[in-house]
């Protein structure tokens, strides 16, 4: 495999695939999936009403919270935990790896072309030499393309997952709170200094329970796990690897006249 791959986002594998949460699954980008936020699902702990049941559903009392415990969760990682979050996911990273497979075979064309040019380059006449870089540059780009279509498809269509068990975690977590005393939740999912926690001690986290609430009342089994694997917990957040092309191949060089 080429060397140059490089990390997205973060560490990326030099042997292009997509990993399970906890061997095999992918990492996606989660930017937009928290613009969501508990305090704005706090507003009404119902879920939203199909328009049909619009009616009945705006006599829905408000949850009020009158507790004075403070509380923490990590929202993100609750999402990847639960039952339904592990299932949806692992079915999409199954569903992504015909494209993932696909884009290996493109990195890997270009990396034997510029294995060609870098051991029989001298040997090439100028024209030949120029043909070949020009090959790898127009693949080198086609490949950039399709690695970034790629990444934003893998995206949005996780980002949809996240978002769908959010709308039904946000009202279930606001109950939970109310049911027990605490006056305010603050999400952890973003680490200080670009969260609003500088720290907190695990007694006031509570993103195991409400993981666990969650899958009691979704009813999804918890994922079949191959013997001796340990359990996915809630500090478990997915990894993804994406390819990178490699650097673009030398610019041919003119033959100056002697």
Do not use: C
Request: aromatic content about 4%; overall charge positive.
């Amino acid at each position: 495999m080429n060397k140059n791959l490089t990390d997205f986002p973060g560490q990326i594998s030099k042997e292009f695939k997509i990993n399970h949460m906890t061997s095999k699954f992918a990492r996606f980008l989660m930017s937009t999936v928290f613009a969501v936020s508990v305090a704005a699902l706090a507003q009404n702990a119902t879920l939203p009403a199909a328009p049909s049941a619009a009616a009945s559903n705006a006599d829905a009392p408000a949850v009020t919270a009158t507790g004075t415990r403070m509380g923490t969760v990590n929202v993100e990682q609750a999402i990847f935990a639960t039952n339904e979050g592990q299932r949806d996911f692992e079915a999409l990273s199954k569903k992504l790896e015909p494209k993932q497979n696909e884009l290996k075979g493109q990195n890997d064309e270009v990396e034997s072309l510029k294995k060609q040019l870098n051991t029989q380059g001298e040997k090439l006449n100028d024209d030949s030499r120029a043909t070949l870089v020009k090959q790898i540059e127009q693949k080198q780009k086609s490949l950039e393309r399709a690695v970034q279509d790629a990444r934003d498809d893998a995206q949005n269509q996780q980002n949809e997952i996240a978002q769908r068990i959010l709308q039904k975690m946000g009202p279930m977590l606001v109950k939970y709170a109310a049911d027990n005393g605490f006056g305010v939740i603050i999400d952890t999912s973003n680490p200080w200094p670009n969260g609003p926690v500088l720290w907190a001690g695990p007694a006031v986290d509570i993103t195991r329970p409400v993981v666990e609430l969650y899958n009691a009342q979704s009813g999804v089994p918890a994922p079949a796990r191959p013997a001796g694997a340990k359990p996915t917990t809630p500090a478990t957040r997915p990894t993804t690897t994406v390819p990178k092309p490699a650097t673009p191949a030398p610019k041919p060089q003119a033959t100056q006249p002697k």
